[in-house]
């Protein structure tokens, strides 16, 4: 991977990471949540190692929210399992959300680009316009009133 793609990776990984102080609700992962009203199954393939923690968070699919400090609405914090993994986030309604995943591999609690990863709803690339954060408009997705399934697919330097 290019020192470019890097480094664009790495102002996304950044901005997922978002801390403690935001404002959403943090909660377990629950997979008996998806089983009926607004929600999303989220499925995570490429998980490099099982070290450290794996966080999902989830946004309104907007502009003004998504990737923006303190207005995620979900987060969801487990323990990694290289390969695949399945993590349950209920949404507030019916609506247009965006998911951020990433993997803290040695669960220091911070963002250390050349070892953490990370994926988005719809597996957006990452390229010299976005500057790392993809648009709301590319890892947006509808979510009606029973649960959807998406998968994400994790990305490393």
């Given at each position: 991977m290019s020192k470019?793609?890097?480094?664009?990776?790495?102002?996304?990984?950044?901005t997922a990471g978002s801390t403690a102080e935001a404002m959403g609700r943090v909660i377990p992962n629950d997979l008996s949540n998806c089983r009926s009203g607004p929600s999303t199954l989220v499925q995570i393939?490429?998980?490099?190692?099982?070290?450290?923690?794996i966080r999902v968070q989830s946004y309104r699919g907007t502009s003004a929210d998504w990737l923006e400090k303190g207005r995620w609405l979900a987060r969801?914090?487990?323990p990694a399992r290289a390969g695949s993994m399945t993590v349950?986030?209920?949404?507030?309604?019916?609506?247009?959300?965006?998911?951020?995943?990433r993997h803290d591999v040695n669960?220091?609690?911070k963002t250390d680009i050349s070892k953490?990863?990370?994926?988005?709803?719809?597996?957006?690339g990452i390229n010299i316009f976005n500057l790392g954060?993809?648009?709301?408009?590319?890892?947006?997705?509808?979510?009606?009133?029973?649960?959807?399934?998406?998968?994400i697919t994790m990305k490393y330097m």
């Open positions: 470019f793609v890097s480094g664009l990776l790495a102002a996304a990984l950044l393939d490429g998980i490099k190692t099982s070290s450290g923690k969801i914090e487990v349950c986030v209920p949404l507030p309604e019916a609506g247009v959300y965006g998911i951020a995943v669960g220091n609690g953490d990863g990370g994926g988005m709803s719809n597996n957006p954060k993809p648009s709301y408009k590319k890892t947006a997705f509808s979510v009606g009133d029973a649960p959807r399934t998406i998968s």
